[in-house]
């Protein structure tokens, strides 16, 4: 694989990961979720999120489901990392 196309991906990985940080963040904060840089977030995330939610258990109102698709990304950083070597 070529390096840059590996950076270039694995920027988009981590972009997403600060991406669901900021979202999950943002939860906390009621108030704070009917503002545009919040829709934004939402909008991104939200299918990365949901198909995942969907298969987890209810947790009552613990929501696992960003730190299952944060470590799937964190691993595909590593594939890609690996890949490119």
Do not use: C, H, K
């Not at 900021?22 to 829709?39: D, E, T």
């Amino acid at each position: 694989m070529n390096g840059t196309i590996a950076t270039v991906f694995s920027a988009f990985l981590y972009i997403l990961i600060f991406a669901i940080i900021g979202r999950s963040l943002l939860s906390w904060f009621p108030q704070g979720q009917n503002n545009q840089f919040a829709r934004i977030l939402f909008d991104v995330t939200e299918p990365l999120l949901a198909p995942v939610r969907r298969l987890l258990p209810r947790t009552g109102i613990i929501d696992f489901s960003a730190m299952i698709v944060i470590i799937l990304l964190f691993v595909m950083i590593n594939v890609v990392n690996t890949a490119s070597s």
